[in-house]
T-cell receptor, first 112, second 113 residues
């Protein structure tokens, strides 16, 4: 089954404790992205990657890092989380010749 | 910059009512336009899309027409069902934006039996 998976689905942590949210897709897609969803703001792109070892900032990259060492994986790293990063995070992927993005189920992060 | 504006929700309708969710956009050139739907507890799913002016996207009884002259992409459905209850997002992708989508704030639809 074609899918985008994220782990963990739920995470409660404390300020300053480094964390990683994993994202994996099994569709051999070139493009992958991370978004955060906040009430009334829709989804805002954090980082995106057009292929292995190619990443770029989206609209709200501050406080986040990403890496793309393999085509299927695109982890999101919060080196020192802060409460304003409490949000619902979505990973998405798409092929280079398609307009449609496939979204993962989301990771709800709470930073205390 | 690019932006998408949607009507604020929630929109509450009775089953079989007509649905319109307004969406307008600001972008240079000719962006591609999308409607995504998010069911409770799930990620977003592509509902329909249109890539050029006057295109009509349609899926599952939903329709939206790309109106360049009014920079709009309103979502419509003739007869909603309880199972249509979800959050709907309008989005655009600019021509030179790779796979970067710009989303509206989302509109929650609640359909009552």
């Amino acid at each position: 089954e074609a899918q985008v998976t994220q782990n963990p689905r739920y995470l409660i942590t404390v300020t300053g404790k480094k964390l990683t949210v994993t994202c994996s897709q099994n569709m051999n897609h070139e493009y992958m992205s991370w978004y955060r969803q906040d009430p009334g703001l829709g989804l805002r792109q954090i980082y995106y990657s057009m292929n292995v070892e190619v990443t770029d900032k989206g609209d709200v990259p501050e406080g986040y890092k990403v890496s793309r060492k393999e085509k299927r994986n695109f982890p999101l790293i919060l080196e020192s989380p802060s409460p304003n990063q409490t949000s619902l995070y979505f990973c998405a992927s798409s092929s280079a010749d398609s307009l449609a993005q496939y979204f993962g189920p989301g990771t709800r992060l709470t930073v205390l | 910059g690019n932006s998408v504006t949607q009507m604020e929700g929630p929109v509450t309708l009775s089953e079989e009512a007509f649905l319109t969710i307004n969406c307008t956009y600001t972008a240079t050139g000719y962006p591609s336009l999308f409607w995504y739907v998010q069911y409770p507890g799930e990620g977003l799913q592509l509902l329909l899309k249109a890539t050029k002016a006057d295109d009509k996207g349609s899926n599952k009884g939903f329709e939206a027409t790309y109106r360049k002259e009014t920079t709009s992409f309103h979502l419509e459905k003739g007869s909603v069902q309880v199972s249509d209850s979800a959050v709907y997002f309008c989005a655009l992708r600019a021509n030179n934006a790779g796979n970067m989508l710009t989303f509206g704030g989302g509109t929650r639809l609640m359909v009552k039996p």
